[in-house]
């Protein structure tokens, strides 16, 4: 049983900062994916940041310049820095994996709220 476990979320206000982090209990290198997607209510779940092949990364427009997913091999930990946070961003963020072609782990999710 692979696990996926985030913190990091909280309460900030508009223009604030946090980062989300997401522990596996095995090496990050073992997916052949792994990434953070959010939802709020009412919304489908989108993916926020991932990344791509040879060590690119990737954003959905709405966090472009502003998120930045980054990973800590040794601690098998991969991180999201958010910055400039805006009211919009507001969702509950998961940690998510591939292992292999089929099978999907995601971590229970982690709140975050922005006030504005």
């Known amino acids: 049983q692979v696990q996926l476990v985030e913190s990091g979320g909280g309460l900030v206000q508009a223009g604030g900062s946090l980062r989300l982090s997401c522990a596996a209990s095995r090496s990050i290198f073992s997916f052949n994916f792994m990434g953070w997607y959010r939802q709020a209510p009412g919304k489908r779940r989108e993916l926020v940041a991932a990344f791509g092949t040879g060590g690119s990364t990737n954003y959905a427009d709405s966090v472009e310049g502003r998120f930045a997913i980054s990973r800590d091999n040794v601690k098998n930990t991969v991180f999201l820095q958010m910055n400039a946070l805006k009211s919009e961003d507001t969702a509950v963020y998961y940690c998510?994996?591939?292992?292999?072609?089929?099978?999907?782990?995601w971590g229970q999710g982690t709140q975050v709220t922005v006030s504005s």
């Open positions: 998510a994996a591939l292992d292999g072609i089929t099978q999907w782990y």
